[in-house]
């Protein structure tokens, strides 16, 4: 998929229209995608840190929790939602600026629009110091190269046309700086390797009605694929490590490169912050409402912890508060870190109700923070590079209604290989990725599914197509099924395809895939899938292949017939929860007062 066209950052006789700058009237409306425009919206403007903040990016960045920092990241994304782009005030279906609502409202609208502008000048001063302010903002945001890894896997359109957007959110604990180290604690790892100690990645539905986030804990231990930075330095594959330790091999683009490895999604950007920025951007929104259902003090006998101190009920923190909520570990029942994912899904819910709640800022030096905020806290890949581009982010992202919005942690298991570590539930964390993969919402509500579009390249007949077949069904607790690579080629022979030979490899791998090295046999991959009854979504191109390569994954160990998929619709495992609604913590009671 060719990246999709972006807002661009063009200027009339040398000047940013306030779209351009990011203030708009209509920046964070509530109403979900064909919904009507708001007459009694108060004349006022919104902040390209809305940008960085409608629902999925400010309130993303600021989740980054317990490492301290967000991120996401791939290739670019479609502009606007699906039924078109942003409608203009008073137009389009349901608008009140339609036949016989032009007098009152509609010139209310006009006023509302005039009023943006002006203000967006005014504080800006002069439309000279608006440009440059603008271009300041710009030269404020750090950027890094998507992906290190290889094979960005393509995205698939629905029956529309639409695809969906990934943005991968990365917590960063890096202590290289004195604001970082202040707020780090750590001393024996000042100026260490940065960790990528939260990790959220968001899902934009193809439609644009639904958002689904899943979390991965920090202690995964998962594959890390070879990375190379831009300097050319090869970091090599690790078969068994720590995925918060990609992000020290080259940068974001590393994580991003492990999370492709193991789900197999596309991702489309990253967004990456530290702990200075958690506390900057908790400063500039004001404070993000939590509750617990007890006093709590994150503080062990040997001085571990995040120091969080609150007493019973509903509290608005920011600042280093916040960092310390999103870091907090021990105090919750459980004392994992599932159960310190559960507080970073509190905390980014609250942020993205706050933020609808008081989406008609008006506030000049409020709406000045915030972009000044978001552009010093983050991180972002070269498709996020300007305000423009993220202004047009959080237009896709602010559209979705709360309730729609539901977080997931993936489904894991203590590790039996290494000890107090977790690893991917093999079935469970599949099924979470697939769903992600073909666009099916979290919570259950219908969606238009996306659709692998059939190869323009023509199969070959099956008895000239050659075949290899790899058993990859190792899982830690059953081992390898015996004789799968055997069995399943002997299922293709039956088929006509004559030349399917198994082969002594093992790779190990979660999900049955069909891969193929070049788009000269994507349709033979297709043929060999369609035989055997695989979904055509698990069909995929890689360079690590020479041809056709069937490989058996763990989710069919047996049988000769390849198991459906469960289409349920609803996100495995317990750890879920949905941005509309609001809860408290538990505490444990060893760590009250």
Not at 117 to 139: F, K, M, P, Q, R
Not at 364 to 370: A, C, E, S
Request: hydrophobic share 35%; proline share 6%.
């Amino acid at each position: 998929m060719g990246r999709s066209s972006v807002r661009g950052e063009g200027t009339r006789k040398g000047v940013p229209h306030a779209r351009e700058l990011g203030w708009d009237d209509g920046l964070y409306d509530d109403a979900p995608s064909g919904g009507t425009d708001d007459p009694a919206r108060p004349a006022g403007a919104t902040a390209p840190a809305g940008a960085a903040g409608a629902a999925g990016t400010t309130e993303a960045a600021e989740a980054p929790g317990a490492a301290d920092a967000v991120g996401g990241g791939g290739r670019g994304h479609r502009r606007g939602r699906a039924g078109g782009g942003r409608r203009r005030a008073g137009a389009g279906a349901g608008g009140t600026g339609g036949p016989g609502g032009r007098s009152g409202k509609g010139g209310k609208r006009r006023v509302l629009r005039w009023s943006a502008s002006v203000l967006s000048l005014l504080i800006l001063g002069t439309a000279g110091a608006g440009y440059l302010y603008y271009e300041h903002l710009n030269d404020k945001i750090k950027k890094d190269d998507l992906t290190l890894g290889k094979n960005m896997p393509e995205h698939k359109a629905n029956a529309a046309g639409q695809t969906p957007l990934n943005i991968l959110l990365i917590g960063s604990d890096a202590r290289d700086n004195k604001a970082n180290q202040d707020l780090g604690g750590g001393r024996d790892t000042f100026d260490g390797p940065p960790l990528a100690d939260v990790q959220m990645l968001v899902h934009l539905s193809a439609d644009r009605s639904n958002i689904s986030v899943v979390s991965m804990p920090r202690d995964t231990m998962l594959k890390i694929p070879e990375c190379r930075d831009s300097n050319g330095k090869v970091y090599r594959a690790r078969q068994f490590a720590q995925t918060n330790e990609s992000l020290d091999r080259g940068g974001p683009g590393c994580t991003v490169a492990t999370w492709v490895e193991l789900t197999g999604i596309p991702i489309d950007h990253f967004m990456m912050i530290d702990f200075a920025g958690v506390v900057s951007m908790a400063d500039a929104v004001g404070g993000v409402p939590v509750c617990v259902d007890k006093n709590i003090e994150s503080r062990t006998s040997d001085g571990k912890g995040s120091g969080l101190k609150l007493a019973r009920g509903t509290h608005p923190i920011k600042g280093e508060q916040a960092l310390q909520w999103l870091r907090t570990r021990y105090g919750w029942v459980g004392g994992t870190d599932l159960e310190r994912a559960k507080a970073q899904h509190m905390y980014m819910n609250s942020m993205v109700r706050e933020l609808r709640k008081n989406a008609k800022l008006t506030d000049p030096n409020k709406l000045r923070k915030l972009a000044e905020a978001a552009t010093d806290a983050l991180t972002v890949d070269n498709g996020l590079d300007t305000i423009g581009k993220l202004y047009d982010l959080a237009e896709e992202l602010k559209s979705v209604p709360t309730g729609r919005i539901t977080m997931t942690t993936m489904p894991n298991f203590y590790s039996t290989r290494q000890a107090g570590k977790v690893e991917p539930t093999p079935g469970e964390a599949e099924e979470l990725f697939r769903m992600i993969r073909e666009d099916i919402p979290l919570d259950g509500k219908p969606s238009k599914r996306a659709k692998p579009a059939a190869s323009k390249d023509p199969a070959a007949a099956p008895a000239e197509t050659a075949v290899t077949v790899r058993n990859g069904t190792y899982t830690d607790q059953l081992g390898s099924a015996q004789g799968r690579a055997t069995t399943v080629a002997g299922l293709l022979e039956a088929k006509g395809y004559t030349r399917a030979k198994a082969d002594t490899l093992t790779p190990r791998t979660a999900k049955t895939t069909v891969q193929f090295p070049s788009a000269d046999l994507e349709g033979d991959a297709q043929a060999v899938a369609k035989a055997l009854g695989i979904p055509a979504g698990s069909v995929k191109k890689t360079d690590q292949v020479t041809g056709i390569t069937l490989v058996v994954g763990a989710d069919w160990r047996e049988g000769d017939t390849y198991p459906k998929p469960k289409a349920t619709g609803k996100a495995p495992g317990s750890n879920t929860s949905r941005a509309d609604q609001s809860g408290c913590m538990t505490v444990d009671p060893n760590f009250t007062w």
